[in-house]
């Protein structure tokens, strides 16, 4: 794991509304084909800290580096190109389009010049995701809160990355529709897709990931392999709900 080429390098990253500093100092690092966990409390600037790397918010401090390039301030759209893709929390499906059109959108920046490379990685998309295939023409506003979650993953694929960044994927759905989200996860990353996700589940978070960064008030509070912090007291009592 430690000898990974990083795909992902951030540096000393700092995130701003204003006043407030929701991220500070924050360095983290995602290697190449590596599956890497975020987890932490309400509030602990995980959201911000993935806007930041997906290109939706500024940092006011720091610097993000993919792919050796320095992207720290790239617009969202230059970073799909490169090879960011994000799952924002709340999916941020278009509820007034079809499924199809919210699809495409994850290949705008290609849909003019590579037909046939888009209608194949549509293609890789449905077969991933079979129920979209049935609710292609439906508008994004009638699937139910997992098929949006999936709808958010495919659209994110459209854009062929190199890494996807989710954040909160199991907010809201049910177990079942959690147990068929994940292995699909699993399979891309496998495929070669690195994965950064945020998961406020840490007891799924810790199973499927290779590595997880535990995040407090705006830094990282611990790091390591996630068999190991999945044992570790401090990770046991805050985040996976043990008492002794
Ligand atoms: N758009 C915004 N404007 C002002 N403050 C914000 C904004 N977004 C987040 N914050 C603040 O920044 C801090 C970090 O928020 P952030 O959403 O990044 O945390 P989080 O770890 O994702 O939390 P959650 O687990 O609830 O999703 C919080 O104090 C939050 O209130
Ligand atoms: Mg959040």
């Known amino acids: 794991m430690g000898e990974q080429k990083s795909l992902l390098e951030v540096s000393d990253l700092r995130v701003s509304y204003g006043r407030i500093e929701?991220?500070?100092t924050l360095s983290l690092k995602v290697g190449a084909g590596e599956f890497v966990g975020v987890i932490g409390s309400n509030g602990a600037g995980k959201s911000s800290t993935m806007r930041a790397i997906a290109?939706?918010?500024p940092p006011s401090g720091g610097r993000i580096e993919f792919k050796g390039a320095d992207v720290t301030s790239l617009p969202s759209?230059?970073?799909?190109?490169r090879g960011i893709a994000m799952v924002p929390?709340?999916?941020m499906i278009f509820g007034n389009q079809t499924v199809r059109d919210n699809l495409l959108l994850g290949a705008y920046t290609r849909i003019g010049?590579?037909?046939a490379g888009v209608a194949e990685d549509m293609e890789r998309?449905?077969?991933l995701f079979p129920r979209l295939r049935e609710r292609l023409e439906q508008l994004g506003a009638s699937l139910s809160g997992g098929e949006q979650q999936m709808l958010a993953i495919a659209r994110g694929l459209l854009s062929r990355?190199?890494?996807l960044v989710i954040d909160e994927l199991s907010l809201g759905l049910a177990p079942k529709i959690i147990e068929q989200i994940f292995p699909i996860l699993i399979d891309l990353n496998r495929q070669g897709l690195a994965v950064l996700l945020v998961e406020q589940m840490a007891s799924y978070a810790l199973a499927v990931t290779q590595r997880t960064y535990v995040m407090e008030n705006g830094s990282i509070l611990l790091e390591g392999p996630s068999q190991e912090l999945a044992t570790d007291r401090r990770v046991l009592d805050a985040y996976l709900g043990r008492r002794h």
Not at 77 to 81: L, N, P, S
């Open 22 to 24: 929701a991220v500070r």
């Open 55 to 57: 290109g939706s918010v």
């Open 77 to 81: 759209y230059e970073k799909v190109a």
């Open 89 to 91: 929390e709340g999916r």
């Open 113 to 115: 010049h590579d037909k």
């Open 125 to 127: 998309a449905l077969s």
């Open 161 to 163: 990355p190199k890494l």
